[in-house]
């Protein structure tokens, strides 16, 4: 019975060895519901070392007509978003999984993120404006800062342009295009690629009426898929 148990060994190395090197293993990406039910005014440096201090979170925005608040359309994308990741053969870790309580911060949604090894920190979020009429998706990416950024920036830059085009396409919005930001706490702690979209404006009632429902929350879910897979070079059919 010995022999037989190491033979079975020695006949499952290769199975072990393609497993931990290589193209079997999963990719992880952390999918950041932004906000939560409460703002968190408690202040965290904006970067590693950085004596200027920004509040951990402000709360979000909310909709228009549909009174939604930001942080619950966030969360039904996202928990759209990780079947169709997991189908598609990734690993998903939620940075939160339900709306209740005061948000953690940028620095604790990074450090989600950089303990995960993430191969996209995918940040969703919907934005506001006093102007109703202003509307459209944007994606923000890391500014270029030595130190915080520099080995992130090229990876979280091409994560914004493939995840921009295909939630532009899924949703049907004005391409609002890219945005580097030097401000954003969560990516100046991130040591993983990151980005963070703003899929529509809530406080547009046009963009408001259609992200409250679930077609479109699906749709919006389904272009973060197509454009998480694009970054990722796997093929974009399994989001459906
Ligand atoms: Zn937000």
Redesign the pocket.
Known sequence: MRAAGALLALALLPALAAFTHGPVAAPVVVVDP??DQYANLATEPIGPGSSLRKIKDGG??RGAVSGLP?AVL?LRVALRLRPLLERAGVRVVMTRTQTRGRSMGNIARATIANRAHAALFLRI????SVDPAQRGTHTLYPALHRGWTDDVYAASLRAARDVQQEEVRALGFPDDGLQPRADYTGFNWATVPAILV?MGFMTNPTEDRLLATPAYEQRAAVGLCRGTLRFLGRSVRACG
Not at 125 to 128: E, L, R, S
């Open positions: 932004g906000h979000g925005t930001e966030n979020h919907a934005d506001g703003e």
